[in-house]
């Protein structure tokens, strides 16, 4: 019986054996390994690996004893497992460089993408990982090229081992987060913006997912789920839309530069009956995704979950987009299942094509408005719904629990109002088609919502109805109303797909010199695929009315959220969070080219998930923008920042900061060979590190000399009529910050023109209580510098405000990811925060909208 003996000499040797004979090792320095019995291919180079951990614990056992049990104790501890075992019995690694030795020829890459599956197919809760270092937590599985390593190989047993090395110990999970990983899915990663992903570097997996690392503190997005601080799941957040506290202040102002301003004061007091603000950590998601009828974004990547939903699908009516759009908010996210419903959906298209309607579309049937008053609003040529006998009854019952879950209250207006005036620009206005008529899905090449259902119901209607109208929306509250058209929240009817339906008089927009306005917002909304960003699915017109179908968002906006905070500010930590997602939108959107120039706290809507979405686009302006390479500045120039970058924090944000979990296999190996390779290399780049190239895509050809934006957040040089360009947004990026930690704005005065002369005039202060951190003041005050050239991002736009020292720790690439600040208490169905008196007679008003779009008396837009 072969038996493998160690000896305590320098050369350790494998000699025999005392177990069921599995190699005859040949002696000699060299240590040569002779395969005699015609094992598993696995057993085999299990044996090997036995006998290199042997051979390199030998070395350690000399002199003292003792210190090779210490090293056989930590390397026992280490063990990874046999191929297909679930027991931590198998081969032992003890050193790196014996399994250097062990594994060369191997295929990192594959190795990491198995690594990776093998994660993701484990409970999480046992998703721990050993401390055997880097090299462990990425080398778990490896696919050891058989020949190349040397092993000689029985023929027809192929040529390939799988082997697996797994963390035996169960760790706390949430210790282990910055190890762990997060997979993308590969149509889902596409809508990480490049400025997201400049830190995590994302690779693919054998299925082609692309995979990212994991930091602590964060959660899967698209599970909704996230782990507190022990460990244990909570479920996300969700948030009571509030549209009530609009501060809404219509001004209007026509060619000659005077404006008229219709002032909505706005109050500051809360309904005292609101309820304070408490923590939704919890099942705030299963309540909400019970109550609320829209769309949840896709969920879990559950293998049974999914074959489930997949029965469900081909079983279902094909025509009854309900249950898709059911299906998909109950967490339906696997590419295989789109294209599933697509089938079905064409199906269902086909057939109720064949039949000629006869078969129940409801699609505009179960519609607020008759038939006979969308006949109105339904564009030229398109196909008038057919009566439908049976309304949708479970549609009806959303809508109605969505009714009674309108909550009562009072809650404050704003006073700051966008002012409109382009008579003056010089923008470049990039316009697609101004053509006020026909109806279109703008569905084309937006990678981060290609996979939502809303799509394909919309794709849906205009197959069987040529085109899409008023008369297919069921209006279910008014949200609110701007400046130039009223927002809705409407349902795809038959569909339990809701969305916010902008409704603009084109009259009235003709009237107002507003038409630029509007086409400027949809030309905008048309192009924006970004998570923070709203989206746009569909555009039509009328002779008489322009609308836009929209992403909506239920959370109402963070003027009325910051209200409901104790002491009307946020909390520092809450307020960068915010600020920063702004950013990352704003940083998007200078990359198009387009310069928003309306960043306030109304205009910031919060979605069911806490994260943020920035509306209201018509003051935009639009520019060509130059994508320039700028090379940094040398490292000793800003050495304060480049050594600062490289922490040891695993969620440091700043690019030369190389987190050693976070390296790519397949590029760097060798960094990843041993954790104390990888310590020096962290060490040796915080003196060698050249500057990397930046990327700065601002707008700054942009010009305007229009005096647009909002009082308490008008930049100095709008003011002036100096001309302005993408540099207004940073000073509104400022304004906005201060605003969330104060909860005031810092130049607000009396009135319009007090504020407009502090804007120019005085300097910038900030009040004792609260007290704010330094590092945020230093950002306000580089924002808010007045002469726009000197001003914090003015050169290179928000790759130079995301290095601010604010921002330190925060992870930029997955902050999507992240779990959003502590929202108040959502009312049932998470659609409204406390209504106002208005907001309740708009309850009543939405029947009467209808009514009197039915009648086509004065439809009450603005
Ligand atoms: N996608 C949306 N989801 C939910 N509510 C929305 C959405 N878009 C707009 N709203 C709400 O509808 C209201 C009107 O929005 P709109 O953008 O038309 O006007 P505004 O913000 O006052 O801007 P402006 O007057 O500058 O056009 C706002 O209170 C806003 O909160």
Known sequence: MASAVMKPSVTCEIVESTKEPVFEVGSGSHGVTKLVHNYSIEDNINQLFEAIDIRSLSRNIGPSHQMGRDTLQRNLSKRPIRV??????????????????????????????????KRLARPSGLSGISEAGTIKRLYRAVVVEANVSGIPLSEGKGNFVEFSLVPEKNVNLYEKMPETEILV???SSAALPEAMLENAEPRKNIAGNEIFPLPTNIRSKTSGIELDKNGSLNFGHSLSSTQAGKRVLEVDKDVSASFKIKNKPRTSELNPSFSPICSVTGSKLGKSANHSPHLLKPAFRNKNFIKKSVKQVSSCSSSNFSELCKMRSDGVSDPSMTSKFDCEIQNSSQKSEKKESKTCSSLSTSSNLSSEATSNVLESGATKPKECSSSDSRAKAAVTERSRSREKGKISQSSKSSIGDHSSTSTTSISEDSSLSGSSCCSGNRPHMSKDLRWEAIRCVQRQHGSLSLGHFKLVKRLGCGDIGTVYLAELSNTHCLFALKVMDNEFLASRKKLTRAQTEREVLQILDHPFLPTLYAHFATEKLSCLVMEYCPGGDLHVLRQMQSGRYFSEQAARFYVAEVLLALEYLHMLGVVYRDLKPENILVREDGHIMVSDFDLSLRSAVNPTVLKSSSPIAEPEKKISSLCSESSCIHPFCLQPSWQVPCFTPKVLSAASKTRKLKADLAVQVSPLPQLVAEPTSARSNSFVGTHEYLAPEIIKGDGHGSAVDWWTFGIFLYELLYGTT??????????????????????????????????IRGLLVKDPEN???????????????????????????????????????????????????????????????????EFELF
């Open 746 to 779: 810092p130049f607000k005065g009396s009135g319009n023109d007090d504020t407009l002369s502090n804007v120019v005039s005085r300097s910038l202060r900030f009040p004792e209580s609260p007290i704010v951190s330094f590092h945020a003041r230093d950002l």
């Open 185 to 187: 899915d590969s149509n």
């Open 84 to 117: 297909g075992s679930s027991q931590a019995t198998g081969i032992g690694i003890s050193e790196p460089l014996s399994l250097k030795q062990a594994l060369r020829g191997l295929c990192i890459s594959q190795a990491s993408e198995m690594a990776a599956m």
């Open 791 to 857: 001003r914090l991002g003015s050169v290179k736009g928000a790759a130079e405000i995301k290095q601010h020292a604010f921002f330190d720790g925060l992870n930029w690439a997955l902050i999507r990811c992240a779990i959003p600040p502590e929202l108040p208490k959502l009312c049932d169905g998470g659609l409204a925060a406390p209504a106002t008196a208005s907001q309740k007679k708009d309850g009543i008003r939405c029947s009467k909208d209808n009514k009197a779009i039915e009648e086509n008396v």
